[in-house]
């Protein structure tokens, strides 16, 4: 079976999907004009959807994806620099949640979002764990502490470069500093073999941070949080990742309690240019 086909009624014969084709499996040599897969198609196509999604008439489809399931992009819905500008500046991460759960629809639009994300060779690696009950992050946040504790015990000197002394006294005295009391946790994993997982899952929890505060949410990273997860067994099992996964970013997630005013400035930018 074709792996695409072309309404010939509606194809330009412009060549467009071929050359927006990252593999450049799709090929303008047929009589007619119209675009045809190369042999090796099946074996390098990405499933990127640029074929589908390039064409000016609709007239490319998948076998698996129709130019009618992708939804048009509204220039009406463009935003323009300065909005744009404030949009990414404005982000902040969040450490102050109400005590008032997300629902599981927000919390899968999210992962949605998260998804549209790049991915080498479009692999789309990442899988999504999330701790759904508050009381259930609040036991987890406190297996992060025994690991703590276990570390400051064990390797003193790698405990002291990461601050942990302080992260468990406060922890000691009512302040919680790693999971900051969100109600939930969302924790990226992947196969630990796969060379690009890193890369990959760190720009899905980043999809998934912008994202977060257009939904009235909060979104922080939890660096100590998914760093106990690949070191300490215990918590790595009350998750229940596969075995063969490692995890490659958490984020804490909840309604903010705080509005922030004002954008804070960064380092300007070290170029150079050469
Ligand atoms: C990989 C990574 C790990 C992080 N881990 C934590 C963490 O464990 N706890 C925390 O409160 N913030 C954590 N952060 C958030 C950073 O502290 C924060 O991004 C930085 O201070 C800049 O602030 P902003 O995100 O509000 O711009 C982490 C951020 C990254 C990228």
New binding site residues.
């Given amino acids: 079976m074709a792996p695409f086909s072309v309404d010939v009624e509606k194809c330009k014969n412009d060549g467009i999907c071929a050359m927006a084709c990252p593999a450049h499996i799709i090929q303008m040599k047929s009589p007619a004009g119209v675009p045809v897969p190369t042999e090796d198609f099946e074996e390098h196509c990405l499933a990127c959807g640029h074929c589908v999604s390039v064409c000016p008439t609709g007239a490319f489809s998948l076998t698996w994806l129709s130019s009618e399931e992708c939804p048009s992009i509204l220039s009406e819905l463009a935003i323009n620099p300065d909005q744009a500008e404030q949009f990414l500046r404005s982000?902040?991460?969040i450490?102050n949640f109400q005590d008032k759960p997300v629902d599981r629809d927000i919390l899968t639009r999210l992962l949605e979002i998260a998804c549209y994300a790049p991915s080498a060779k479009n692999n789309q690696p990442w899988h999504w764990t999330v701790v759904e009950d508050p009381i259930k992050v609040k036991r987890l946040a406190g297996m992060v502490i025994d690991w703590m504790h276990s570390v400051i015990k064990k390797q003193p000197e790698i405990a002291e470069t990461q601050g942990f002394s302080r992260v468990v006294s406060d922890w000691d005295g009512g302040k919680e500093?790693i999971c900051?009391g969100a109600p939930h946790v969302i924790v990226a994993h992947a196969e630990k073999a796969y060379n690009f997982a890193s890369e990959d899952c760190a720009l899905a929890l980043s999809y998934l941070q912008l994202f977060a505060p257009i939904l009235g949410l909060g979104a922080?990273?939890?660096?100590?949080?998914y760093t106990a997860v690949n070191h300490y067994a215990p918590l790595f099992k009350a998750l229940n990742l596969p075995k063969n996964h490692r995890a490659f970013?958490a984020m804490m997630i909840g309604h903010p309690q705080l509005n922030y005013r004002r954008m804070p400035l960064r380092y300007p930018p070290r170029i150079t240019y050469i």
């Fill in positions: 982000r902040r991460s450490r500093r900051r922080c990273w939890g660096g100590y949080f970013g």
